[in-house]
């Protein structure tokens, strides 16, 4: 069966986050031991199986393909930067094309995935709030696993007109992370977390990781697009990861985020071609930039209960790497 090692969430070889893709010719999934045994050989954080349904295309598709998920230890529902690497290497194995709209099918849901000029766009659960961390003592814990003094933070946040700000749980989908403000860039690259205390918080709030961002945001035109950049890492030591090099739903969380504090333009819920768009530049720290596409829109004028009433799609580039062949014929 084909297989194939590629980067996600970049053009450039040796950077973004690297995920493996098996291609198995055949109309159903290996055995999930199979599939869990193989993930395990690889090595790699994830890696996707996918096989292309036999089913007829729902109007609006030029395809669907089913995939599964898996890291060293266990089975994932979804994963965007392994996402990204299978629809970059069906591209290269000429089994999906710029253009095409197809539907991807996890354990759980069915996914809008689009190749809009070689970026891999998909629509994600929209995301929601759970958990606003407003107590001091909370907050300063999460802050101090990163390193961090939150009181000195916070007296910067005011200084900037930010007062209000702190980490919050969201979650889209089967994910949730911990999205944490710090004041610049610089400061989010000298963070040298506790892995052990980032850890315990992430049980505690039964959080997938900590998603932190810098508010020395920078807009700049691309083409026609006005753009911001913002620079992020991603901590989920509970998932063989300790620091992420491209973590894609928590980023659309982050927009989610962005919106409700308008650090960033809510778009006209009028206009359905108005969108903002972010591109989150992520993995620098670690020597496998990253950068991660965000496109948001309004599905509505109110904010209800805090919620910005959005809807977000992600996606980035891909590159391949490897292609081969896995025999695993005498095992079967």
């Avoid at 999934?29 to 193989?38: D, G, H, I, Y």
């Avoid at 710029?98 to 354990?107: A, D, F, S, V, W």
């Avoid at 000298?190 to 959080?207: F, N, Q, R, S, W």
């Avoid at 620079?231 to 989610?256: K, M, Q, T």
Wanted: hydrophobic share 35%; with cysteine.
């Amino acid at each position: 069966m084909k297989f194939y090692i590629a980067d996600a969430f970049t053009s450039v070889e040796f950077s973004g986050h690297t995920s493996a893709v098996v291609i198995p010719k055949r109309k159903n999934f290996l055995p999930t031991e199979v599939m869990m045994k193989t993930a395990d050989e690889l090595r790699y954080s994830v890696s996707v199986f996918a096989i292309p349904s036999q089913e007829r295309p729902p109007k609006g598709y030029d395809g669907i393909w089913e995939a599964r998920y898996f890291s060293v230890n266990e089975e994932r529902e979804f994963c965007s930067f392994a996402t990204v690497a299978l629809f970059q290497s069906l591209m290269d194995a000429g089994l999906a094309w710029p253009g095409k709209t197809y539907q991807l099918r996890t354990t759980e849901r069915k996914i809008p995935v689009t190749i809009e000029s070689g970026i891999i766009m998909m629509d994600i659960d929209d995301p929601t709030l759970e958990e606003v961390i407003g107590e001091d003592e909370k907050i300063a814990k999460i802050y101090q696993a990163l390193g961090l003094n939150y009181y000195q933070e916070k007296q910067i946040f005011e200084i900037l007109g930010q007062g209000a700000l702190t980490p919050e749980v969201i979650c889209s989908g089967s994910s949730k992370n911990i999205t944490i403000p710090v004041a610049t860039t610089e400061e989010l690259n000298g963070i040298k977390p506790d892995y052990d205390k980032v850890a315990e918080l992430c049980t505690k709030y039964d959080a997938f990781g900590f998603h932190v961002f810098a508010l020395d945001m920078n807009k700049e035109k691309s083409g026609d697009k006005a753009v911001t950049y913002i620079h992020v890492r991603n901590f989920s030591p509970l998932h063989g990861d300790y620091e992420e090099a491209a973590a894609g739903v928590a980023n659309c969380e982050l927009a989610f985020y962005l919106t409700e504090h308008k650090l960033i333009r809510k778009p006209d819920y009028r206009d359905k071609k108005d969108k903002t768009y972010i591109t989150c530049i992520q993995g620098e720290v670690i020597g496998r930039t990253s950068k991660v596409y965000v496109e948001v829109t309004s599905m509505g004028e109110e904010y209800i209960d805090g919620d910005p009433n959005i809807k977000v799609r992600i996606g980035g580039r891909g590159v391949v790497l490897v292609d081969g062949n896995i025999d695993i014929s005498n095992y079967l």
